[in-house]
């Protein structure tokens, strides 16, 4: 099994073109910028990544896209979930071949999966596609509507999937994360998944956590993460509540676009996001960027 995962870990976002095609040329540039501001690993096609808005060949060209710019230097996680299960192990076979890390996947949600056990049974079939690869499992239930317990998840599916290595958590219950951090003397690496809440995380014991808006905001979690290590909660809190704050700004738009015309102010031409995400006209990008420059965003990143 690998070492468990370090650090801010960005949720990659998909490039795409003014026509909605996917702009592979630009992950290059992606992953140098990321790389560049200590980002200690990349997850890919995710909920960030508009995964589910992409086909599964376009997925698969994103997936190697970014394995290939990154070139070894942190792992590449790359989420495979589909309503198909027959796709998803697809596309986790694909990911090992090509040379990807690790293999997560949200479970299918169109169907919903409503018992531990039904998550089990679908996680299993993904898992054994890559068996050389570490699984994670990625909860995320406000976006699947599975709402199940996590601590039973790990620790029945462990008896069942030999490369079930944890989670990206993704809910704000931080009991439970608690709870499957510690389970069998942290046999398992749980991931935190909430940007705004990553104080919380820290001090429950999170190792490595996953996130948007570190594409956006790297140094500012950097800094919280090494005032929490310094003992400084006092800087600590005032970077979260600075990180509280810009999102809540971002979330007076369809989030992931506002997200995209944020990466364009700072130099990258990431597109617009597929529907049913849309798009911003041009004043809404507009009135953003003076809302974040009132905030001391651009001073703060």
């Known amino acids: 099994m690998a070492d468990k995962l370090q650090g801010l870990i960005a949720a990659t976002y998909?490039?795409?073109?003014?026509?909605?095609?996917?702009?592979?040329?630009?992950?290059?540039?992606?992953?140098?910028?990321?790389?560049?501001?200590?980002?200690?690993?990349l997850y890919v096609c995710?909920?960030?990544?508009?995964?589910?808005?992409?086909?599964?060949?376009?997925?698969?060209?994103?997936?190697?896209?970014y394995v290939e710019a990154t070139a070894g230097r942190v792992p590449v996680i790359v989420q495979v979930g589909h309503n198909s299960i027959a796709e998803a192990c697809a596309l986790a076979t694909h990911a090992c071949k090509v040379g990807?890390?690790?293999?997560?996947?949200?479970?299918?949600?169109?169907?919903?999966?409503?018992?531990?056990?039904?998550?089990?049974?679908?996680?299993?079939?993904?898992?054994?596609a890559a068996p050389q690869r570490p699984f994670y499992y990625y909860h995320i239930p406000m976006l699947t509507g599975s709402q199940l317990d996590m601590v039973t998840f790990l620790r029945r599916g462990a008896e069942r999937m030999p490369n079930l290595a944890g989670l990206k958590y993704t809910s704000s219950t931080l009991h439970e994360f608690q709870e499957c951090l510690q389970l069998d003397d942290g046999r398992f690496d749980v991931v935190w998944g909430l940007d705004e809440m990553l104080l919380g995380a820290l001090a429950t014991g999170t190792c490595a956590a996953i996130g948007s808006t570190y594409n956006i905001a790297a140094p500012l979690y950097a800094k919280l993460w090494q005032a929490f290590d310094r003992g400084d909660l006092t800087t600590a809190r005032r970077l979260q509540a600075d990180s509280i704050r810009f999102i809540r700004t971002l979330n007076g738009y369809p989030f992931?676009?506002?997200?995209?015309?944020?990466?364009?102010?700072?130099?990258l031409p990431m597109g617009d996001c597929r529907l049913p995400q849309g798009k911003l006209s041009q004043d809404d990008v507009n009135t953003l960027q003076q809302q974040l420059s009132d905030i001391g965003f651009f001073d703060e990143v």
């Open 256 to 267: 992931h676009s506002a997200m995209k015309a944020v990466l364009q102010m700072q130099g």
């Open 100 to 128: 990807a890390d690790i293999i997560s996947a949200t479970c299918p949600s169109y169907f919903k999966v409503t018992t531990e056990t039904g998550l089990i049974d679908c996680m299993q079939q993904i898992a054994a």
């Open 14 to 41: 998909t490039p795409l073109h003014a026509d909605g095609t996917v702009n592979v040329s630009l992950i290059p540039q992606v992953v140098e910028r990321l790389l560049s501001q200590n980002i200690r690993g």
């Open 46 to 65: 995710g909920s960030t990544g508009e995964g589910m808005s992409l086909s599964s060949e376009e997925r698969r060209g994103v997936t190697q896209a």
